[in-house]
């Protein structure tokens, strides 16, 4: 049985303990709400490795909100509500069984500590700046939902691949862009601060899904008309790397990490 090391960066004050969360789960136990868990880095996803031990039904302990792949990099992964749907690379979802595995996900119980209102039309460099000011501090992390009309949304998804696997801008490369004009849905996902780029993705990681569930991916571009804002933010992180031979052969930390993340994350 492959084995996982956990990493854990705590960096939350007192006051913020056993205050955010009055749910409990099936166990009695009280999650601890907006802290982020991820399993393995974006740098090792980078460098082809695209095979993990978590699976989605372990992933769920974790948090109920968030975003990822799958196993063999076939297709993206969106979180909400503590449902997972599977974009393909044809930009349809579906939901999918709990014991398939993902070698990259970040995942949180998700409490809103902050929402705001957009009633005018703001494009991807508005919506973040409204984001930014609402979490007032670029070094902590932030859990970001937007639930409404957007004026265009444009996603992309990775294809499912063989062994041996081409690194990940390779496929990126050939991987195709869905153009899905107006439409109304959840845009989810996370801001990171940039001292983490490599370990995760610096900036904003969002992925789409339609009000239907039938279509989405990872966004590339969009621009919002009117719907609501939820932010809560991260402080507390855990991250699970794997102990795999994969991971221990993996290069994580090539000199053009930021350029490489830019190009595979469509910025």
Not at 146 to 152: A, D, P, Y
Not at 216 to 244: C, F, M, N
Request: overall charge negative.
């Amino acid at each position: 049985m492959q084995e996982t090391q956990v990493l854990k960066l705590k960096c939350y004050s007192v006051g913020d303990i056993d205050t955010r969360s009055s749910a409990v789960d099936a166990t009695g136990v009280r999650p601890r709400m907006n802290r982020l868990y991820q399993t393995s880095t974006m740098a090792a996803l980078l460098d082809a490795v695209y095979d993990g031990e978590t699976t989605l039904d372990e992933l769920l302990l974790h948090g109920n909100f968030g975003l990822g792949t799958f196993n063999a990099l076939d297709g993206e992964m969106i979180v909400n509500d503590s449902v997972i749907h599977q974009f393909r690379a044809d930009g349809q979802a579906g939901r999918v069984p709990g014991d398939l595995k993902t070698p990259f996900a970040c995942v949180t119980f998700f409490n809103p500590e902050k929402e705001y209102m957009i009633d005018t039309a703001q494009d991807k460099e508005g919506f973040e700046a409204i984001v930014d000011r609402l979490v007032n501090n670029p070094n902590l992390f932030a859990a970001v939902r937007f639930t409404g009309l957007f004026e265009r949304v444009e996603t992309r998804t990775v294809f499912c691949q063989c062994q041996p696997y081409p690194p990940m801008l390779e496929v990126v490369a050939r991987q195709p862009t869905m153009q899905l004009g107006a439409a109304t849905g959840t845009m989810l996902g996370f801001r990171t601060p940039g001292y983490m780029q490599g370990v995760n993705v610096a900036g904003y990681h969002l992925h789409f899904l339609t009000e239907d569930s039938r279509r989405g991916g990872h966004l590339t571009d969009y621009a919002v008309l009117k719907g609501k804002l939820e932010v809560g933010i991260i402080s507390d992180v855990e991250i699970q790397l794997p102990r795999t031979e994969q991971f221990a052969k993996a290069n994580l930390s090539p000199e053009n990490i930021h350029e490489a993340i830019r190009v595979a994350e469509g910025g």
